[in-house]
């Protein structure tokens, strides 16, 4: 199994960007999808998450100005970023639990990260 990411750069403060994530390869289900990012020097942090029937939570700081959703036929998670701020700049990560076989135990996955610039 593996996620992909996808869509980040660099944008302007207050401008917009979405982050993709798919899982490709064999497996039986997809449960809690989200996004983590991580600053040069600081740790990995929860920016939001999406249940399999569509519940979200998000970090304070981003609430109101990021938008998280899936689609389970593309076994995919996106993230629609608002009103960026330099503040926003990070490496975010997609992760997803996964189950690959029935009976067996779910497991984390994680994606590339990938570049998110908020720059003028």
């Known amino acids: 199994v593996q996620l992909q990411a996808s869509g980040g750069g660099l944008v302007q403060p207050g401008g917009s960007l979405r982050l993709s994530c798919a899982a490709s390869?064999?497996?039986?289900?997809?449960?809690?999808m989200g996004w983590y990012r991580q600053s040069p020097g600081k740790e990995r942090d929860l920016v939001a998450t999406?249940?399999?029937?569509?519940?979200?939570n998000y970090a304070d700081s981003v609430k109101g100005r990021f938008s998280i959703s899936r689609d389970n036929a593309k076994r995919a998670a996106y993230l629609q970023m608002n009103s960026l701020k330099p503040e926003d700049t990070a490496v975010y990560f997609c992760y997803a639990v996964i189950r690959r076989h029935w009976g067996r135990d779910t497991t984390a996955y994680w994606g590339q990260g990938t570049q998110v610039t908020v720059s003028s």
């Open positions: 999406v249940s399999t029937n569509g519940d979200t």
């Open positions: 390869g064999s497996l039986v289900s997809i449960y809690d």
